[in-house]
């Protein structure tokens, strides 16, 4: 039999009907001839009907509408928080990716399987390894979407497949396209070779860092978001926009002194072909407008080269003397004063047709000189 | 729909009603319940059994609640004005009544300790058994039993004459 106080603590399950069959036995036993415990469970019946008619209402019809928009930017703001504590170690690991990839880009090896491959090859395996990145992605989107059920199960694989989509792509995308904008930099740096060091230098940095920027905005957002595609905003565009402007700026910076530097050497060439068709006169006018026209041109001495020889095979020493002295000066002044960013290839070049004009002005050790250093100019790795 | 989404659509509204009890106010209801979500969205990968993430989702809320119940000594419900008034049919003079005892509940229930306020909201109103209460809570379930024992003497004290009504009537009845 059990007694008052016990059967008092078991009075709240019991008016809920939580007890099980032996056990309300027992309490209804006691309460059979309890006047206490009895009248203990009328209030307590009371107090429960009381209470449990007081559920909270139910807030607005349209509050809904707004909680979650409202829960977004609560959570934005902590993987924000969360994004700037990871994002250095992301940094690194795209910068080490970067450097990584560049050095294999650059690599004998890689131009080895570039010659073997041809630009065409490297672009289908650029596309292979993009496809294979975007089957890792969906097969994980597909997990979480595959997650979505009603039963508490499949919450389990939920909290487990989660994460793999959340990281997985930011962290190829990173170092992917921060090794490519460290590629395309270096690139276009070193393939700039006449435009000025420092104007180099900065349209590099400018390349990189558009690339860069722009992708670590496409990154953050993608993490702030609860999973979808990676998506470009209107200032991660602008910053693309930034780098292709100072790609194409050094670029055409690059061709335009090109054709400027090869112009007198084009003329060289037509007037060559003039003078052996038997046209001296148009030839040396050609030569001499060439000169005036392109004066701070390494290549300018290919015409002086030229012009010389053609008063020498006329049997006019005197000018041909001229000729090659006005060579010489002018080599002498580019050397000092040089107009363009000379590369190993120019100087190597200049030496060249200056031993040839002091060979014509009958200066054998001058030649020679020049010739030793011209040789040495092409034993050099960049030549 | 995203995963995260598809949890806060399933617990938000059971949240939301948990903590509009707990505080009586419809500002403060939707702040905790927001922050809810949010130590969900922080720690979701700290969660080893998703069978009990609803448990879980209350055990938050009732700390939360307790914090806020700390910095905010006591609040009656009559400072507050904001909260939505509930859709109801009754005639003006039923409604009126069952409006007044509401209140006299609700006022009863909010000068609780927020501990026992919890037990009493999960108890009487979530309908949880009490080893639920424990579980959401983490205490053991003597605890929980004590904590409800003694709610419910303060109860009887204070809502003497709403209990007395609620007798009449079903005896009436």
């Known amino acids: 039999m059990m007694d008052c106080s016990e059967v008092q603590r078991l009075i709240p399950a019991y008016c809920r009907g939580e007890l099980g069959d032996d056990m309300r036995c027992q309490v209804e036993e006691h309460l059979a001839g309890c006047p206490t415990c009895h009248d203990e469970v009328d209030r307590e019946e009371c107090l429960r009907q009381t209470l449990s008619g007081q559920a909270a209402d139910d807030p607005p019809r349209d509050y809904w509408d707004g909680f979650n928009t409202r829960l977004r930017s609560r959570t934005r703001g902590t993987v924000g928080v969360l994004w700037g504590l990871g994002c250095l170690p992301g940094a690194l690991i795209g910068l080490v990716g970067g450097v990584i990839i560049s050095t294999l880009l650059f690599s004998s090896a890689f131009a080895r399987v570039l010659d073997r491959i041809g630009f065409i090859g490297l672009l289908i395996v650029a596309l292979c390894i993009g496809l294979a990145l975007r089957f890792i992605y969906k097969r994980a989107d597909r997990r979480v979407s595959a997650s979505l059920g009603e039963d508490e199960s499949t919450l389990k694989r939920l909290i487990r497949a989660n994460p793999i989509c959340r990281a997985i792509f930011p962290v190829a995308s990173t170092i ?30 400018l390349v990189f860092l558009g690339f860069a920027v722009s992708c670590s905005i496409s990154t953050v957002r993608y993490i702030r978001s609860d999973g979808g595609r990676p998506r470009n905003t209107p200032i991660s565009r602008a910053f693309i926009l930034l780098a292709f402007a100072a790609l194409m700026s050094l670029n055409l910076w690059q061709m335009s002194i090109d054709d400027a530097m090869d112009a007198p050497s084009k003329v060289r060439h037509r007037a060559e072909s003039v003078y052996k068709a038997g046209n001296t006169r148009s030839a040396i006018a050609m030569l001499r407008s060439s000169i005036k026209k392109q004066p701070d041109s390494p290549r300018v001495l290919e015409c002086y080269e030229l012009l010389g020889k053609i008063y020498k095979d006329k049997g006019q020493p005197v000018q041909a003397r001229a000729a090659y002295g006005e060579g010489i000066q002018a080599y002498e002044r580019l050397l000092k004063h040089p107009h363009y960013n000379y590369t190993t290839f120019d100087r190597g070049s200049m030496a060249f047709h200056a031993s040839e004009l002091y060979d014509g002005l009958g200066n054998e050790r001058k030649a020679d000189e020049l010739r030793r250093l011209n040789d040495r100019l092409w034993a050099e790795p960049d030549f | 729909m995203e995963a995260f989404d598809a949890l806060v659509e399933r617990y938000r509204r059971g949240i939301y009603r948990l903590a509009f009890a707990m505080t009586q106010d419809h500002e403060v209801a939707d702040d905790l319940s927001q922050e809810v979500f949010v130590q969900l ?58 409006s007044m005892v509401r209140d006299r509940v609700r006022q009863a229930i909010l000068e609780l300790d927020p ?37 419910r003497g303060k109860l009887r004290v204070r809502l003497a004459d709403v209990i007395a009504g609620t007798r009449d009537g079903v005896e009436k009845a």
């Open chain 1, 176 to 205: 992917f396209w921060l090794g490519m904008a460290a590629y395309i930099s270096v690139i276009a740096a070193s393939h700039a070779e006449h435009v000025p060091i420092m104007t180099r230098i900065v349209l590099a940095i």
């Open chain 2, 115 to 151: 501990r026992e306020r919890a037990v009493v909201l999960l108890y009487y109103i979530e309908g949880l058994k009490q080893v639920e209460i424990a579980d959401v809570l983490g205490r053991p379930v003597g605890t929980v039993w004590s904590r409800l024992s003694s709610a």
């Open chain 2, 41 to 98: 969205f922080r720690r979701i990968r700290q969660l080893r059994s998703p069978e009990s993430v609803g448990a879980w989702l209350r055990r938050i809320l009732v700390n939360l609640c307790i914090k806020h119940s700390r910095r905010v000594r006591h609040v009656s419900i009559e400072d507050e004005g904001a909260n939505p008034e509930p859709i109801t049919t009754d005639t003006p003079f039923v409604a009126a009544e069952k």
